[in-house]
């Protein structure tokens, strides 16, 4: 239905007085209704086409009974951290997203200042992993091998720089991409598990969902269920994406956190389904564990190459979409520290052009995407570096979002669980900490201490700010510091 001129005047002016509230004058194209808030989290988790490129966790730690992993691990990602962090969202509505929450709630510039680092690089890193993860698709199709990380870079670079030009043109350029991400998401979804109940093709019988492909050894099943959990953490995070797209979000308290929910939950559901269909039409275990692209490869065997290809190709375009929202949600939250004044060189980095776009802090963003694709082209490094530093993030902000629940220092907020809120936040707080000794446990080396490399870089930068800036918001009306 559409919205009457007043009343999207009056919805929009809604959404300032409370941004004024906060703190904080409007300074962002508040552009984005609830399907295109959905869509910028819907489309930063990109299900099926993530599946293309991430399927190969699930089956590596646990063969086809990682479908179990799946339903446990993503049940906890959805109906714990991700139902707190919309709570959350919904009583600030504000970009930058937990680091606002978690600054707000516990009036610590330094721990806000560090969730807020790591969310950032968590996006960086990932637009990085996204540019990487479809480079030899894309490379493919004008007739090109890539081998190895070197090979890789280039086209990874050129993605980057892409998703970039996107951002710099505009919120609803980026938006609209974001919306032809989502109907390419909604038509692969479609396409894929209708091909896979329609066509006849050779299929397993349920019991095949509990074969671990060799993986549990002498009946010890336990470590590789827990480690194949690790997939759904990959796929559904970003939890705050819509959080920090509040600020271009009509009726923001609302909706932002009601297309989160809407988007994991049906992500998961999606994933589900599909990665059960998908298991279920191997046809040679054994060569598809042992294959990097083992989704194409079961659907070439089990529905054809010719359509294969074509989902294929769609599912590029929602990755490459996914690209650009990850990007542009990193970027809001660079942006409001800068517009805090809790960056070096603030000033400059808070600065948005003409088209209200916050340019300074895109082009940071796009340098430090660079950086990592030059640090590491291998996706295994940078798709766990991406889950740990989100899970170390939005665990922080659950442990301070139960402390506020239980001390009742939360503000009014439209979106909310009552009584059963303290739960979900413990529950939350438990699932965090089991999925970050997890992702260091699988790669000790690269993703624990890299990890921690990030943390005292994080410390390090903090160092910089003068400590008359420390903690101090933008006088937003003045624009000084």
Known sequence: MAISPEKHDEAVDADVAYLEKLG???????????????????????????????????????????????????????FTVGLAVAELVSAYPLAGGV???????????????????????????????????IAPFIAGWFGITLDGPAQTMPWALGLIVAGTLVNIAGVKVAALLNN????????????????????????????????????????????PFLFAMILPAYLISSFDATGNASEETKDAAKKAPLASVLANLSSYVVGLVMFGLLLLAIQDLPAIMDSAV?????????????????????AILALFACLVM??????????????????????????????????????????LSVVFAVWSSLLSVLAAMTALAWALAYGVVVTVGLYALLRNKLPERP????????????????????????????????VGLGMLAVIVAGGAIYLTIPRSRRGKSIDTRSGHL
């Open 294 to 314: 083992p989704v194409k490869d079961i659907l070439d065997t089990a529905i054809g190459s010719g359509f294969a290809n074509v989902v294929e190709a769609i």
């Open 326 to 367: 990850l990007q542009l949600t990193g970027i809001r939250v660079l942006w409001s520290q800068a517009r805090d004044g809790q960056v070096p060189a603030a000033a400059w980095l808070r600065k948005v052009s003409r088209q209200r776009i916050p340019i300074n802090a895109t082009l940071t963003l796009f340098v």
């Open 24 to 78: 904080y004058k409007q300074e962002l194209n508040r552009s984005l209704g609830l399907f295109s808030a959905f869509g910028v989290q819907f489309t930063s988790i990109a299900m099926v086409s993530s599946l293309f490129t991430t399927m190969i966790v699930g089956l590596g730690f646990f063969g086809p009974a990682s479908f179990w992993s799946f339903v446990v691990g993503g049940a906890l990602q959805v």
């Open 99 to 133: 680091y606002q929450i978690t600054g707000r709630i516990t009036g610590k510039p330094w721990l806000a200042w560090q969730t807020g680092w790591w969310l950032m690089i968590a996006h960086t890193v990932a637009v990085t992993a996204v540019a990487v993860s």
């Open 180 to 223: 032809i991400g989502v109907v390419a998401e909604i038509v692969a979804v479609i396409a894929v598990i209708g091909a896979l109940i329609v066509v006849k093709h050779p299929t397993q019988p349920l019991s095949f969902l509990s074969d671990s492909g060799g993986t549990a050894t002498e009946g010890h099943w336990f470590t």
């Open 415 to 446: 979106f909310h669980y009552r009584k059963a809120s303290v739960l979900i936040f413990a529950l939350a707080i438990a699932w965090s900490v089991v999925l970050c000794i997890l992702l260091v446990w699988s790669d000790p080396t690269h």
